[in-house]
């Protein structure tokens, strides 16, 4: 199937130039809540991006026939409906992790990514592009969650995916876990950190 | 009445919305830059927290769980965030229009502002705590202390993320780390001092 330029743009942009986290700072909250350990957050980056990219089809699917004056209303309607789907799903098959996720699976609703993208995207394009543009800041955002949780679970608590990957030698020689990691403090300042190294990188390429 | 006391002054120190649990990050970094619409906003979300709270207390309490309708709660909390927002807009428009001027942009933001909802779910899972736990919200009198709680909480949170960016003008920044880069640093750092309030009791 070949891709127009336009719908290729939609789906890498927000991969990297236009991260949704990193660039357009959207979807902060949970991109920092649920980045303790590394299975929550693969399972949070997966509901937002099967989310977004439905909640955006069906806007732009319906587009035509909003009202502009109650149009947050009816978006905010549509995701929460999706929302209720996938966390009744989460509870039925994951039952531990839709526990660790707790608020923030419900907040998915209030997530900006999913506001903003709607706005600025659905609400004025065709499906195809749309759903690409869905999917493309659904993973922009899963991989910015992936990152920060593999540095805090390894060096927080010597584990990935909650099998310890740190061999106790380690531990025997006088290495050990560090606690700050685990604090939701080190997830702000470990953002700050990538949103510099994508900077820096980016503004190379630039010049 | 004790209870509530102690809801109230934990909600705002040692349950921060935002240094304890991220909530209303987006419009926290986004209108942050100068001291006087920070609280503006601020004063805003500690409005609207004190309506939809207690009304989506009621809600849950006396609808949602007696028939069993737990799962229609996000469409149903939302939906009254939404609806008292654009209430609260008109109403404040028709009355006092130098508050509106004043609040009038921000107004539209809360809807989708997580804090608000995140108080609502927050407030829905401790509905169902033992009475004696610290956290619990046992009658309406509580949900209104957690709500102001929370609100004031937020507003603090923004004014002073708000006056440390304003000194921070003038100060030497890496230029890829400029802007939001020190922002996400710093409110890493503030979240680091709240947490000394974490142990709080009363």
């Not at chain 1, 608020?103 to 903003?116: A, E, F, H, R, W």
């Not at chain 2, 995140?118 to 009475?131: H, Y």
């Not at chain 2, 736990?133 to 202390?145: E, H, L, R, S, T």
């Not at chain 2, 004014?159 to 920044?173: C, F, H, Q, S």
Request: glycine share 8%; proline share 3%; net charge neutral.
């Amino acid at each position: 199937m070949a891709l127009s330029k336009k719908t290729k743009e939609a789906f890498l942009g927000p991969l990297n130039l236009n991260n949704p986290v990193l660039v357009q700072i959207l979807g902060i909250c949970s991109a920092l809540a649920v980045t303790v350990q590394l299975k929550p957050a693969l399972v949070m980056g997966i509901s937002v991006t099967i989310i977004v990219a439905l909640s955006n089809v069906v806007v732009s699917l319906i587009r035509k026939s909003i009202p502009m004056r109650i149009r947050i209303i009816i978006q905010l309607v549509v995701v929460a409906a999706l929302v209720t789907i996938v966390s009744e799903v989460l509870k039925a098959f994951a039952y531990d992790v839709a526990m660790q996720l707790s608020v923030y699976l419900g907040l998915i609703i209030t997530n900006c990514i999913l506001m903003g993208r709607l706005e600025a995207f659905a609400m004025t394009n065709n499906v195809k592009d749309s759903l690409m543009d869905g999917l493309g800041n659904g993973f922009g955002y899963a991989w910015i969650l992936v990152v920060v949780a593999f540095v805090r679970e390894l060096l927080g608590s010597g584990k990935l995916l909650g099998m310890q990957v740190i061999p106790d030698w380690c531990y025997e020689h006088g290495y050990s876990n560090c606690g700050m990691m685990l604090m939701p403090a080190m997830a702000l300042i470990l953002v700050g950190c990538i949103i510099w190294a994508h900077r820096s990188i980016n503004d190379k390429e630039a010049k | 009445m004790e209870h509530a006391i102690s809801l109230f002054v934990r909600s705002i120190f040692a349950d921060n919305m935002i240094f304890a649990f991220f909530l209303g990050m987006c419009s926290y970094l986004a209108v942050s830059k100068d001291v006087k619409t920070a609280a503006g906003l601020g004063v805003a979300v500690i409005f609207v927290e004190t309506i939809t709270l207690p009304i989506n207390y009621l809600l849950q309490v006396y609808v949602l769980s007696p028939l069993n309708l737990g799962y229609l709660s996000f469409i149903l909390f939302i939906a009254v965030i939404a609806a008292i927002v654009q209430l609260v807009e008109m109403v404040v428009e028709k009355f006092s229009p130098s508050l509106y001027n004043s609040l009038g942009i921000f107004l539209p933001l809360i809807a989708v502002n997580c804090a608000i909802m995140g108080a609502s779910l927050f407030m829905q899972q401790r509905v169902m705590l033992d009475p004696e736990n610290v956290k619990a919200i046992a009658n309406i009198g509580d949900a209104f202390a957690f709500a102001i709680g929370s609100g004031i909480g937020w507003f603090l949170a923004i004014v002073a993320l708000a006056g440390i960016r304003e000194k921070m003008e003038y100060n030497d920044v890496p230029k890829p780390l400029q802007g939001i880069g020190i922002t996400f640093i710093t409110v890493g750092l503030m979240a680091l001092a709240f947490m000394c309030f974490s142990g709080l009791n009363i």
